[in-house]
């Protein structure tokens, strides 16, 4: 589905008409679960609008309340509003948007008719009209109708649609919104090859020493440091931020809507390794400790570890004894008199 001015309902409207071109968009969001994902679309839309030739203003209304934003913007004719309109950027966001983040839109273009497209909530068939509509045509369910007001033109948004943004052109400099699209631009694979080769690298520093040198000096200091872990952590919640814009906030009650969901993009993907070394690295180390502690050695657990995870520690409580108790900090006799220190 397109939102773009088609030829056939402007007409005299040409890129030699003297009069301004004008487009308003409303559309209002199915619930707040992809804003995130809306809000980076909206930043890619604009730094699209800054380059196209004939731009001229842009502005953006919000009504929180009703979950309703509006877009208007101005073109020095049809044809600039056209190559806008019909860009592979904007058709890749009408894309998404209908995928899911929005259940009704209502468009007026300088000379055409106004239509409104409503989602239905049971079939996700589209209806299009130049008026809302109230029962879906296939199933009879009730359509979604909150939009509010409906212009007749193509005019700038005043108060009656909520809160007004400041007017944008081509020549704004707009430092925030440049930095939030660079951000929220997705990770390619080449880029995102090269951060998985590096997030694989660091946690080595603490591994190899356990396993190969469990008894130097410098292994017992860099075991007793946080500051990987706290790096790690930074690191999984940057990415997995990253993924929420980019794909939407996972919903863990499905499979689909949930990890399948996160891992669908490269930061999701690396947000999920970030993970699985932290965790694993954590239980290497209180292993480590807990070895030390016991006088007893544990390269191959934390081998096994290493390259398997839940196995490794598996190996190590069997190798302790099942019978006995876990120690520290699950041990809680340890802890009154100081043993643990």
């Not at 487009?23 to 909206?42: I, K």
């Not at 073109?75 to 860009?87: L, N, R, V, Y």
């Not at 410098?218 to 990253?242: C, Q």
Request: positive net charge.
């Amino acid at each position: 589905m397109d939102t773009s001015p088609p030829e056939a309902l402007h007409p005299g409207v040409s890129s030699q008409t003297p009069a301004l071109y004008r487009s308003q968009v409303t559309l209002g969001l199915s619930s707040w679960h992809p804003v995130l994902r809306f809000a980076r679309l909206t930043a890619l839309l604009v730094r699209v609008f800054q380059k196209t030739p004939g731009a001229m203003k842009l502005t953006f209304s919000v009504a929180p309340g009703r979950r309703q934003f509006t877009s208007h913007s101005v073109w020095q004719d049809s044809d600039a509003a056209q190559e806008f309109f019909k860009s592979p950027e904007h058709r890749e966001a009408m894309k998404r948007a209908y995928a899911g983040m929005t259940d009704e839109f209502y468009v007026i273009h300088t000379g055409g008719k106004p239509f409104y497209n409503q989602r239905c909530p049971r079939c996700n068939v589209w209806t299009k009209a130049s008026a809302p509509s109230s029962h879906c045509s296939k199933c009879q369910a009730t359509l979604p109708h909150h939009l509010h007001p409906l212009a007749q033109q193509a005019e700038a948004p005043g108060p009656e649609y909520g809160t007004v943004t400041p007017e944008m052109t081509p020549e704004s400099y707009l430092k925030s919104l440049q930095l939030a699209t660079a951000l929220s631009a997705r990770l390619s694979n080449e880029h995102a090859a090269q951060v998985y080769q590096i997030l694989n690298l660091i946690p080595l520093l603490w591994w190899l020493p356990m396993i190969l040198a469990p008894n130097w000096r410098g292994t017992r200091a860099v075991t007793t440091s946080r500051g990987l872990f706290a790096g790690l952590g930074i690191f999984y919640s940057a990415f997995l931020l990253k993924a929420i814009t980019e794909e939407g906030p996972p919903n863990y009650g499905t499979y689909e809507q949930g990890p399948r969901r996160l891992f669908k993009s490269n930061a999701g993907l690396l947000a999920g390794w970030a993970h699985y070394l932290a965790f694993d690295l954590f239980v290497g180390v209180w292993m480590y400790r807990t070895g030390l502690a016991e006088k007893r050695s544990t390269r191959l657990p934390l081998l096994l570890t290493f390259l398997a995870g839940p196995l490794g520690l598996l190996y190590f409580l069997v190798q302790r004894g099942l019978h006995r108790p876990m120690p520290y900090p699950f041990d809680k006799s340890r802890t009154k008199n100081g043993s643990d220190r």
